[in-house]
């Protein structure tokens, strides 16, 4: 097992997740608003998001990829797309942590063509530094430097998914 260093600690990560709840709910006042998970990584995000929104909140799934084994393509796949639509909804793809941004920028453009009211992203975890594509994302939890990190959805090789905190590997 190899050792990790608490980054953001459990409370501190559901306080931010809280607010972010709130910060949605005051702009969506009352209305429905669709959760789109990116799968993996976003499911303990999306989870604790979700159950601290008071509006009715509908939640989807996508599963992309732009990987093969450890080196990206460039190439963006959808290996799952959405399964209800979206068309008229008020929309917010909801990710565990932003890099580069291609990925999300393909999303966004790919999502548009659906027709949604409108479609906004929330990510937990945002690493600037490493931005190649500028991209608008209304909901940060945190951003951090240029660190490996797990736990809460982030995983190596699809281990410490589980953790209750945000840890980073040296």
Do not use: C, H
Request: hydrophobic content about 35%; charged content about 30%; overall charge negative.
């Amino acid at each position: 097992m190899k050792e990790i260093y608490t980054l953001i600690n459990k409370a501190k990560l559901e306080k931010r997740i809280e607010e972010l709840a709130k910060q949605i709910e005051k702009d969506y006042d009352g209305k429905e608003v669709v959760l789109i998970g990116i799968l993996k990584g976003s499911i303990m995000f999306m989870t604790q998001l979700a159950k601290n929104i008071k509006n009715d909140v509908l939640l989807d799934f996508m599963d992309v990829s732009s990987y093969e084994g450890t080196e990206s393509t460039g190439k963006i796949k959808i290996n799952k797309d959405i399964r209800d639509s979206i068309e008229g909804k008020d929309v917010i793809i909801v990710e565990d942590i932003i890099d580069t941004g291609r990925t999300l920028t393909y999303l966004l453009e790919y999502l548009k063509q659906k027709n949604p009211n409108s479609i906004k992203i929330a990510t937990m975890l945002s690493k600037p530094s490493r931005r190649v594509v500028e991209l608008a994302v209304e909901y940060v939890g945190f951003s951090i430097e240029d660190k490996f990190v797990v736990g809460y959805g982030l995983d190596y090789n699809e281990k410490y998914r589980n953790l209750p905190y945000i840890g980073y590997i040296e």
